[in-house]
């Protein structure tokens, strides 16, 4: 599968985006989601994962504080991941990811990546 982020930008502190991830073929509900994020000199981390088909199970790294919501439109072979209440500490490149296995939120578990989305976030 193929994934292609978008909607990344610069936004002041307390501004909202919404990414978006394209996926080819015609398989995407048999796959789990996640987005990552990486900000320089720092590691690939975790942000949210949802769950195959309907998207029923949703997992998010804990300090997000209910501020980024993950969801899937299965139709348009789409994860999108809502952004609100952006910080500074927010600013790094997201990614897509898919997965055959289980929803989860280990960067290792995940298959195919996208080339990521850059979110700069100002004070």
């Known amino acids: 599968v193929q994934l292609v982020e978008s909607g990344g930008g610069s936004v002041q502190a307390g501004g909202s985006l919404r990414l978006s991830c394209a996926a080819s073929?015609?398989?995407?509900?048999?796959?789990?989601m996640g987005w990552f994020r990486q900000a320089p000199g720092k590691e690939r981390e975790f942000v949210a994962a949802?769950?195959?088909?309907?998207?029923?199970?949703?997992y998010y790294v804990d300090f997000m504080n209910g501020r980024f919501t993950i969801s899937r439109d299965n139709a348009k072979n789409s994860v999108y991941l809502q952004m609100i209440s952006l910080k500074p500490e927010d600013t790094a490149v997201y990614y897509c990811?898919?997965?055959?296995?289980?929803?989860?939120?280990?960067?290792?578990?995940?298959?195919?990546w996208g080339q990521g989305t850059q979110v700069t976030v100002s004070s």
């Open positions: 949802i769950s195959q088909g309907g998207g029923t199970s949703k």
């Open positions: 073929g015609r398989t995407f509900s048999t796959y789990a």
């Open positions: 990811a898919a997965t055959r296995s289980t929803l989860s939120r280990i960067r290792s578990q995940y298959n195919y």
